[in-house]
């Protein structure tokens, strides 16, 4: 594995993004200061995806700035827990009943439930953590009360798929989703871009398997609980000779963890979250992940939750950038004294080159406006 350098946390972000989830509420009066502006007459709510809170991914970080508004705001929170898709809809509406203020649901699946439910309900405002609202087939819709939070994750994953080749030590690197959605496959488009853009500044030819941005098809596996298909399909990659990998399936990716903890010198790219902060309790799924592509959720819910208590909630979507500090790469934490002064360099370079046009990263999933 060739070396690395603390110089992450120059290209680590730190802005904002929202979430939301439910199955039957659990609440809690808020408590904490108010120094923020907020009241305890104001009620956050979130309604999470089939994952859950523990998810150490988007719902978990979601999750986090609910937590923080209350603590912080004083703000009355409530959430509900989804274990499946059919507990999006009647959890939404428990937090409509239960007198919430404020909305948030977590991920592009929750979309036309959340969309139903703010058009049902046009005194209730709602946001959304990785989509817009939809419809009941589907299909994107702007809606007064509802304010969607996306992130531009490819930009940050750019970063990785060219960190990934400058590392790789067999020349061959890999990428799987849970699920086929756009906020799934922005991260491995970015990914792609970022290992091709390696290869055609150096020269070189590092492969990457499990994703075809130019037909969108590759390695799905369908599922964002079922881990043992995480390990599955991540024994293959590492079998065929990749040494790093980047999960994005949310729990699932779990399964490429305990896949790279038993061989040498195999890899972890993480996403959403900073992968080696949620797994402090596993020291050794620690010692092989090398970054995470983060998007800032924690910051972002708190940051909606704060202006909506303040009586100025709109529907304007926020998107998260490099730019911004929305999207970003974690340090290196195990492998931050390994990376050459050189490629830290390049790194920071690229991200500003990103930033000012000089490198265009698309894909057919990026947020509008991004």
């Keep these: 594995m060739k070396s690395f350098t603390r110089a992450l946390a120059l290209i680590g972000a730190g802005a904002l993004t929202l979430a939301a989830c439910g ?17 305890s007459d104001y009620k956050a709510c979130m ?3 089939s994952g859950g809170w523990d998810d150490k991914s988007f719902n978990e970080s979601s999750y986090n700035g609910l937590l923080a508004a209350e603590k912080n705001l004083g703000v009355e929170t409530a959430s509900a827990e989804s274990t499946t898709t059919s507990d999006f809809a009647p959890n939404i509406n428990n937090m409509v009943t239960e007198g919430c203020d404020l909305v948030i649901t977590v991920g592009f699946l929750l979309a036309p439930a959340t969309g139903n439910a703010a058009q049902a309900n046009e005194d209730t405002n709602f946001a959304i953590v990785d989509s817009t609202a939809q419809d009941a087939d589907g ?5 007064e009360n509802v304010k969607p939070i996306e992130f531009n994750t490819a930009e940050a994953a750019f970063l990785a798929g060219y960190l990934a080749a400058s590392m790789t030590e067999t020349g061959k690197v890999a990428t799987y989703g ?7 496959t922005i991260f491995m488009d970015g990914y792609v871009d970022g290992v091709a853009y390696y290869n055609e500044t150096k020269g070189e030819d590092v492969q990457v398997l499990g994703w075809n941005k130019e037909s969108q098809e590759g390695s799905i596996v369908g599922t964002f609980e079922d881990q043992s298909k995480g390990k599955a399909v991540s024994d293959e990659f590492y079998n065929a000779g990749a040494d790093i990998i980047m999960p994005v399936a949310g729990p699932v990716g779990a399964g490429t963890l305990a896949s790279a903890k038993e061989g040498d010198d195999r890899t972890v790219i993480w996403v959403d979250a900073d992968g080696y902060e949620t797994n402090s309790s596993d ?3 620690q010692e092989v992940i090398l970054t995470s592509v983060m998007k800032e ?8 939750i704060t202006t909506s208590s303040e009586g100025e909630f709109d529907a304007a979507p926020y998107v998260g950038t490099l730019e911004n500090g929305g999207v970003g790469l974690a340090p290196f934490h195990e492998y931050e004294d390994d990376v050459p002064a050189e490629l830290v ?5 690229l991200k500003q080159d990103i930033i000012d046009g000089k490198v265009t990263v698309e894909s057919t999933a990026s947020p509008q406006g991004a």
Excluded: H, Q, R
């Design 297 to 304: 959720m924690t910051t972002a819910v708190e940051d909606v």
């Design 345 to 349: 360099t390049e790194l920071d370079t």
């Design 178 to 184: 849970g699920m086929n959605i756009p906020t799934v």
């Design 283 to 285: 020291a050794a799924a």
């Design 139 to 143: 299909n994107p819709i702007e809606v």
């Design 23 to 39: 199955t039957a509420p659990e609440e809690s009066a808020g408590g904490g200061s108010s120094d923020g502006g907020g009241s």
């Design 47 to 49: 309604v999470s995806d």
